[in-house]
């Protein structure tokens, strides 16, 4: 049975960058893992409409926190047995996003902290309901909002097809993102967690494989 990691971070904080780089070391390393980026678009109804609600469509759905909430944590319900496949067949599982995104966005979003009710209602409703895994640790990769705000406008310039979105056009909800993100860590959230910047990242994932 692998450990499930979770990398979580602001839109654009490198998240994507990090999983493949831990990846590829803990390969070198001996260790087999398994990687799972969710929104899982393109394979998840619920993910493709809720990335579509972002970027304007389906009228006021997008204004709605908790059912944006749901149609997350519906995409990761739905990915719960490739989950554990993964848990049962690789010593390390890392989840690009997870359900602390949902938690930290929602508060966010409600202008809430880390002991808010919508949190709860994400755990309850994820680990509770939809009996997902609870992550062995969870990494905030600490890279504040004007740097990540500036990746993601960065990688929409080069990349049409990765537009930014309405989240990630709202420099107020990412700053708040953040400090919910903090709160999270600071109360270890459902699990340990550490805080990593870029150079740190790996090494710590790693040091949970020990
Ligand atoms: N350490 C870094 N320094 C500078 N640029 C970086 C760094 N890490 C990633 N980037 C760049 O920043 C952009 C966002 O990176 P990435 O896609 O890994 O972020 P992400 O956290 O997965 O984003 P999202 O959650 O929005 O999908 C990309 O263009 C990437 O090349
Ligand atoms: C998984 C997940 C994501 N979100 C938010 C975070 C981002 O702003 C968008 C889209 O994610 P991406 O990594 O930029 O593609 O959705 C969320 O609120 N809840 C979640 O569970």
């Given at each position: 049975?692998?450990?499930?990691?979770?990398?979580?971070?602001?839109?654009?904080?490198?998240?994507?960058?990090?999983?493949?780089?831990?990846?590829?070391?803990?390969?070198?390393?001996?260790?087999?893992?398994?990687?799972?980026?969710?929104?899982?678009?393109?394979?998840?109804?619920?993910?493709?409409?809720?990335?579509?609600?972002?970027?304007?469509?389906?009228?006021?759905?997008?204004?709605?926190?908790?059912?944006?909430?749901?149609?997350?944590?519906?995409?990761?319900?739905?990915?719960?047995?490739?989950?554990?496949?993964?848990?049962?067949?690789?010593?390390?599982?890392?989840?690009?996003?997870?359900?602390?995104?949902?938690?930290?966005?929602?508060?966010?979003?409600?202008?809430?902290?880390?002991?808010?009710?919508?949190?709860?209602?994400?755990?309850?409703?994820?680990?509770?309901?939809?009996?997902?895994?609870?992550?062995?640790?969870?990494l905030l990769l600490g890279v504040?909002?004007?740097?990540?705000?500036?990746?993601?406008?960065?990688?929409?310039?080069?990349?049409?097809?990765?537009?930014?979105?309405?989240?990630?056009r709202d420099s107020d909800l990412?700053?708040?993102?953040?400090?919910?993100?903090?709160?999270?860590?600071?109360?270890?959230?459902?699990?340990?967690?550490?805080?990593?910047?870029?150079?740190?990242?790996?090494?710590?994932?790693?040091?949970?494989?020990?």
């Open positions: 049975m692998g450990i499930l990691v979770a990398v979580e971070g602001l839109d654009g904080a490198g998240k994507r960058t990090i999983v493949g780089r831990i990846e590829q070391a803990a390969a070198e390393r001996g260790a087999s893992v398994s990687s799972i980026a969710f929104p899982r678009y393109g394979e998840s109804i619920t993910a493709d409409i809720a990335s579509e609600a972002l970027h304007g469509r389906h009228g006021d759905l997008r204004e709605s926190v908790y059912a944006m909430g749901l149609l997350f944590a519906l995409d990761r319900a739905a990915a719960r047995p490739l989950l554990r496949q993964a848990l049962a067949e690789h010593d390390l599982v890392l989840c690009d996003r997870y359900t602390a995104s949902n938690a930290a966005y929602n508060a966010a979003r409600l202008g809430q902290g880390a002991e808010s009710e919508v949190v709860s209602w994400v755990a309850d409703l994820e680990f509770g309901r939809f009996g997902l895994p609870v992550p062995d640790h969870q504040p909002p004007e740097v990540a705000m500036g990746r993601a406008v960065g990688r929409a310039e080069t990349d049409a097809d990765r537009p930014v979105d309405s989240y990630e990412q700053r708040r993102v953040y400090r919910v993100y903090g709160e999270l860590v600071e109360s270890n959230w459902m699990s340990t967690w550490s805080w990593a910047d870029g150079d740190n990242a790996v090494e710590q994932v790693l040091a949970q494989l020990n």
